[in-house]
């Protein structure tokens, strides 16, 4: 059973590739490195021992797409491509929705053409907005503050029409809630181009003494230290769901959606910590303004998922924080190391 992979050079794609593999599936990875680098797939191969097909082709290069459909016969799609710093997204919205909407309808044009019919798409907690309660059930209301969230949105919305149009179309659409960790080899990470503006990298590059202190974005939020409180998940357990996803999309007609997180939040300065706790070493930071558009809480219900589709998140915040930090010390400069 061959599997294509977009965006299978990036954080997650590159995880879910060495699971795809090590779960016996047969991977076609594409990826355009517009925010990766070939070395990733050097090292899922090395990892693995195993040898796939990688090309670096465009979404938007409807025939790459042809000639790939023309060359393999594909199961199925796991759709990790996509732009996805918020703030970039609010500077440059037209790549954003270019890229991202454009990119998936060329996808799925070229699925529809060659008579490939599942896919599994990486959708974002984002598209919560800010949620009256939490946990976060699938069947909450839906609401983006930025072009990043916007996108998902409207990918979804896309991808509900296109099942609700022909009930040979299996989808299933992943939220993830924050991704974090790495590879426990240490071989494979997250690798963020500049200055990182997610919380975990942030973190690791203190602790290695590229950055000289974390600001921590208010800690005058309802919360049980003043800090936000996210749903942090293992990107292995992240993975693993999509393997479980791939399984369910054998027996199932139409669109599903899945929350994939944990069900536990845990503050900036719960993480800030524990990273500390498990390393030992120090991370300096001082309190600033709230980062407008964050909310103060967000954690799953992973419900669902642990119902139908089997899975559920098994690392600690822990284990979350030895194998990020695994990965930065053993990686210092990222890839480019
Ligand atoms: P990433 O940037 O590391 O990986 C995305 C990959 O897609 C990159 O390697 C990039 O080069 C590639 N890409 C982008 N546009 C492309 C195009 N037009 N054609 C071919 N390749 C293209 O990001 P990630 O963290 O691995 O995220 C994977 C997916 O999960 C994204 O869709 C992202 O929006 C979504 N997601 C990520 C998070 C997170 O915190 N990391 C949270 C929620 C959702
Ligand atoms: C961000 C994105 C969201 C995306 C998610 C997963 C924004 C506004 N939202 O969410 O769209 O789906 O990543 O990747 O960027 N923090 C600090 N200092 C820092 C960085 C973060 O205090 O230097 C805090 C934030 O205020 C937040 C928490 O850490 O409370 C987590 O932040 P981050 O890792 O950026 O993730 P989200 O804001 O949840």
């Known amino acids: 059973m061959t599997i294509l992979v977009t965006g299978g050079a990036g954080f997650i794609g590159s995880h879910a590739t060495v699971e795809l593999l090590e779960s016996g599936y047969d991977v076609v990875v594409i990826d ?3 925010n990766s680098d070939i070395e990733a797939i050097k090292r ?3 990892l693995t021992g195993i040898d796939f097909p990688f090309y670096q082709y465009d979404l938007l290069s409807y025939k790459q797409l042809q000639k790939l459909f023309k060359t393999y016969k594909f199961e199925a799609v796991m759709h990790f491509a996509g732009l996805k710093a918020v703030g970039e997204s ?4 037209i790549n954003y929705y270019h890229n991202n909407i454009t990119g998936t309808i060329n996808l799925c ?4 053409e060659y008579g490939v019919n599942k896919l599994v798409f990486s959708s974002s907690a984002t598209v919560y907005g800010n949620p009256s309660t939490v946990p976060i ?3 909450f209301p839906l609401s983006v503050t930025n072009p990043y969230g916007r996108t998902k949105l409207i990918i979804e919305e896309f991808l509900k029409d296109l099942s609700a149009s022909n009930p040979k179309w299996r989808v299933v659409l992943l939220r993830y809630f924050n991704p974090i960790g790495a590879h426990e080899s240490g071989r494979i990470g997250e690798d963020p181009k500049g200055i990182p503006n997610n919380l975990m990298p942030y973190i690791t590059q ?4 590229k950055r000289d202190k974390l600001k921590v974005f208010g800690n005058d939020y309802n919360t049980h230290d003043g800090t936000g409180v996210r749903d942090f998940i293992h990107v292995v357990d992240l993975v693993k769901g999509h393997i479980n996803a791939l399984n369910f999309l054998e027996k199932t007609i139409g669109i599903e959606i899945f929350n994939l997180g944990t069900g536990q939040g845990y503050s900036v ?3 800030i910590n524990t990273f500390s706790s498990v390393t030992s070493i120090d991370i300096p930071y001082e309190i600033v303004e709230r980062r407008p558009g964050d909310i103060a809480i967000c954690y799953a219900s992973p419900d669902k998922a642990k119902k139908i589709l089997k899975w559920e998140a098994e690392k600690s915040l822990r284990d979350m924080c030895k194998d990020s930090w695994n990965w930065q010390i053993n990686n210092p400069n990222g890839y480019r190391s």
């Open 206 to 209: 203190v602790a290695i003494g």
């Open 269 to 271: 300065l719960d993480l």
């Open 137 to 139: 059930y699938e069947t």
């Open 44 to 46: 899922v191969k090395e």
């Open 32 to 34: 355009n490195l517009v």
């Open 90 to 93: 609010i500077e440059i919205p």
């Open 109 to 112: 044009r070229v699925m529809d």
